[in-house]
């Protein structure tokens, strides 16, 4: 079963603009969450992180948001750049197992110029 | 400063071989961990160490999949008897393990496996 779901394979957003990727979760014991950005034959590249008792973090251009009742989390990027094309994949761990990262299937961006 | 080095980058191996994954962490890393990404799925956990010791492996698919790490840095994940569905991308990690929480896996490029 999967605990962390990204239902959008790809998004595809004009430069500029917002870029908004979803992610839902299903094990209410998860307590902290992540986003990595992966580019094509490298390893996924940390980018921005969560904890349950905040609902939101910033920094720069990118933006979570949790929503712990509807166990859903947001990554926005504003304003979106062609060098953010890449694919983003969510993560969440607990503080039971925090080495243990589990993550969604990822989500395709590509931001057209 | 160097980053995390896997090696190697590719690897294709005849089905029933044995095949050796290597992992350098970055340099003062404590923590180390493998995760695997199979075709169209997420990144999945198979073992983390702590210094030379492996306290969850609760991820390696089957007695066939072993891991060890020697002095504190250099790790080698290890596929006896390759089967066709062992074919992915290997993808290693490493942290400072200062503030378990919270700590950044760092992550490698990644070892891709094909088992023809």
């Known amino acids: 079963d999967q605990q962390v779901k990204q239902n959008s394979p790809s998004l595809s957003v004009q430069e500029g603009r917002i870029s908004i990727l979803n992610c839902d979760y299903t094990?209410?014991?998860?307590?902290?969450f992540l986003w990595y950005k992966k580019y094509p034959a490298e390893g996924p590249t940390f980018l921005i992180s969560?904890?349950?008792?905040?609902d939101k973090n910033e920094d720069g251009r990118f933006t979570v948001f949790l929503n712990k009742s509807a166990k859903h989390l947001s990554l926005h990027i504003v304003p979106s750049q062609p060098g953010d094309s890449a694919v983003y994949f969510c993560a969440a761990s607990t503080s039971g197992s925090n080495y243990k990262l589990t993550f969604g299937k990822g989500t395709l961006l590509t931001v057209n110029p | 400063g160097a980053g995390v080095s896997q090696s190697p980058s590719n690897k294709v191996t005849e089905k029933g071989k044995d095949v050796e994954l290597r992992c350098d962490p970055i340099s003062g890393h404590t923590a180390l961990y493998w995760y695997r990404q199979s075709l169209g799925q997420g990144l999945e956990f198979l073992i983390y160490f702590q210094g030379n010791s492996a306290p969850d492996k609760s991820g390696l698919p089957s007695d066939r999949f072993s891991a060890e790490r020697t002095g504190g840095s250099v790790s080698t994940l290890t596929i006896q008897r390759t089967q066709q569905e062992d074919s992915a991308v290997y993808l290693c990690a490493s942290s400072l393990w200062r503030r378990a929480s919270t700590d950044t896996q760092y992550f490698g490029p990644g070892t891709r496996l094909t088992v023809l």
């Open positions: 094990n209410s014991m998860f307590d902290y």
């Open positions: 969560i904890s349950s008792i905040k």
